[in-house]
């Protein structure tokens, strides 16, 4: 068996107007995050690890902010492309270590819901997908409340 890591990181910026999706669930917040998509920094983080582990570049190069395709696409679409991308080198989730990073809303409320969301979409088990949340002590960008950011580790076997 080949085993390969990759890891993965996103930001966006938080603005009004916008529904906050993360880990593919609508979280109910005052501000949603900015993008060509739907903006959910959590898939993102995950497809840039997915891609990473598998040698295939970045999310940016399969799905182009530039593109009419991906304008206002949900990101469960961009991830299922993903999981089938990396299909074709052969390989499949192990799991998922994700972390996001956020001041508000609360996250560790939506971590089961959106557990079962991705893992529904990736096809594996919940135990697969580790999800946790952390602030910044209201440091920096995300301590301003003005954007959120996700990390994602994953671990993919052939």
Known sequence: ????VGFGFDV?????????????????HSLG????SDADVLIHAICDALLGAANMRDIGYHFPDTSADTLDIDSKILLKKTVDLIATKGYTL???DAT???ERPKINPHIP???ACLANIIGCEEDDVSIKATTTEKLGFTGREEGISAYATVLIQK
């Open 100 to 102: 996001i990073c956020a």
């Open 33 to 36: 995050l900015l993008g060509h």
């Open 94 to 96: 192990g799991n998922i």
């Open 1 to 4: 068996m080949k085993i390969r």
């Open 113 to 115: 819901a959106m557990k």
């Open 12 to 28: 966006h910026k938080l603005v009004e107007g916008r529904d906050l999706w993360m880990g593919g669930i609508k979280i109910e």
